[in-house]
């Protein structure tokens, strides 16, 4: 095994339990080997450690293309686009304001008109 030339990577994942491959015509580690293996505490945690950094690696790649995404949103200029869900609280927003100042002006223009007649407000 250690004359073959075969890469570490492809033991450890036989010994994971996570095989790149769906079908090997020949195992690199004999399968009562592995499972002495998967036994062994040393062998465990380096297991978890490779596990580990796995997660860990797509965490990055995952954290690289949200970044990504962001400052193309950002270099765009429209930062209303950042946070869609904000964006349209805002425009609801806008519209209630809207609303309210039309209200207003109504209300206010009620007013003067009963104001208007006998310069006091009717009882």
């Not at 965490?59 to 962001?70: K, S």
């Amino acid at each position: 095994m250690v004359a073959g030339g075969t890469p570490p990577a492809q033991y450890l994942n036989q010994i994971a339990g996570r095989s790149g491959h769906v079908f090997q015509a020949a195992a690199p580690i004999p399968e009562a080997a592995v499972q002495y293996l998967r036994d062994e505490p040393a062998v465990q945690r380096v297991v978890a450690v490779q596990g580990d950094l796995e997660d860990i690696h797509a965490n990055i790649a995952e954290a690289e293309t949200t970044i990504a995404r962001l400052e193309g949103v950002l270099a765009a200029g429209d930062r209303h686009a950042v946070y869609p869900e904000l964006a349209g609280r805002r425009a609801r927003i806008a519209v209630i304001e809207a609303q309210l100042i039309r209200i207003r002006n109504d209300l206010a223009e009620q007013e003067l008109k009963l104001v208007a007649g006998s310069g006091e407000l009717p009882a």
